[in-house]
């Protein structure tokens, strides 16, 4: 049963691994994924300690229905204190690692300390080997991904890794699984880099015995029958999250040029209809993917269309690219925010911090606070495309 899924305490220091089971009566309290975080993050990291110290522990989960039936629940939570704010960094991510992790036989790892070169764990059925990453260090997100299942022959094993963000340390780096499934906010990449853990690689091919199997599928039948049938899943499932930033843009909701203004005008090539068309052309007319046990499938597959990434591979993009690379900094193409999405993706970087900044920096260029002096020549104007491409690298 999900229950007997274990915890597995990994201190990277010195290369000790140890699985315990999760005590029924922590299970009553905390249930699981970010509730039972919270307890191990409370439980064992130090008063004060410093988020990209040893001591900061690394928390990577599944809830407590991860890998049954049960719907949606595919989720991915990640936690540790956090090196972006100082406080609780806390995010999760849909795809296929925490069902696989679950089939491996945990449900939480507690990481702690600092591997002396780059290293990535292999966990396979109850089993966890440290294994070295010199070869991954540099790659991108889905470079490693792919990386790892050549190197262990399998094209099934699920991994959580940072790309270039988490290695150098950007403060709002992510972790990522699959394409664009990215455990976004807070920095928890940049907590992987510091640990020099490029990957945390799964493959579980071991049974969840559900006590009540054919009560458990009526019940999560009425779930499955809520989720399809509200109207609200049918557009997530048509147009991805895409509609909210254009329904929120419609009504004057959206932040536009560093906050300065509350809508995006003559944005038709940005708008989810427009995105949708893009997705339709590039990948066909069923082009809507979804995450393990989930009816939304909400994220659309996209090639980029034009410009210098035309034809890259992509998933989404979610309304945060498209405020991120189109609203926020004033960009009215496309093309650039698939092509901005595409990289977010590739280097494991928050799309929202990065937007925000960049549009910051836009908006600080506007007032002539820095000139093309500061920028190395950059010209920062809003609506200038090309530069807010060039300073996501
Ligand atoms: S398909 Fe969409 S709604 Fe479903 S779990 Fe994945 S991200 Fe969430």
Request: aromatic content about 8%; glycine content about 12%.
């Amino acid at each position: 049963m999900a229950l007997d899924r274990k915890i597995a305490y990994i201190d990277l220091s010195k290369g000790k691994i140890e699985s315990k089971p999760i005590p029924l009566e922590i299970r009553k309290k905390f249930l699981g994924g970010r509730g039972l975080d919270a307890y191990l993050l409370y439980n064992h990291a130090p008063k004060g300690c410093d988020p990209l110290g040893p001591d900061n522990p690394l928390l990577i989960s599944g809830g407590i229905l991860t890998a049954t039936c049960a719907s949606a629940t595919a989720r991915t939570h990640i936690m540790a204190k956090s090196p972006l704010t100082g406080l609780l960094g806390s995010a999760n991510m849909g795809g296929f690692f925490a069902p696989e992790l679950a089939w491996a036989g945990y449900h939480h790892l507690v990481i702690t300390g600092k591997a002396k070169k780059p290293v990535y764990l292999w966990i396979h059925n109850g089993t966890i080997e440290i294994r070295d990453a010199s070869h991954l260090w540099g790659k991108t997100t889905t470079e490693t991904q792919w990386a790892i299942r050549e190197e262990m022959g399998d094209d099934e094993i699920k991994s959580a890794v940072i790309g270039q963000a988490g290695e150098n340390l950007v403060r709002y780096a992510n972790v990522m699984t699959g394409i664009k499934n990215a455990a976004g906010r807070t920095g928890m990449g940049c907590i992987m880099g510091s640990n020099i853990l490029k990957a945390v690689a799964v493959r579980g091919t071991m049974d969840i015995k559900i006590a009540h199997p054919i009560e458990a599928l009526d019940y999560n039948k009425r779930f499955i029958d809520q989720i399809t049938s509200a109207k609200v899943n049918k557009t997530q499932g048509a147009l991805g999250t895409p509609f909210i930033w254009g329904a929120t843009n419609s009504w004057g909701g959206v932040r536009t040029r560093n906050f300065q203004y509350n809508q995006l005008e003559n944005a038709d090539d940005i708008e989810p209809e427009r995105i949708d068309e893009i997705a339709t052309e590039t990948m066909g007319p069923y082009h809507m993917a979804g995450c393990f046990g989930c009816q939304v499938h909400c994220r659309a597959q996209y090639k980029v269309p034009s410009g210098p990434y035309a034809g890259k591979y992509d998933e989404g993009p979610e309304y945060t690219s498209q405020g991120a690379f189109g609203a926020e900094p004033d960009c009215k193409k496309a093309e650039t925010v698939l092509t901005g999405n595409h990289l977010v993706d590739q280097y494991g970087v928050d799309n929202l911090e990065i937007g925000s900044l960049i549009s910051w920096a836009k908006e600080l260029f506007a007032l002539g606070i820095i000139t093309t002096k500061e920028t190395d020549g950059l010209d920062l104007r809003f609506g200038n495309d090309e530069a807010l491409l060039e300073m996501v690298h």
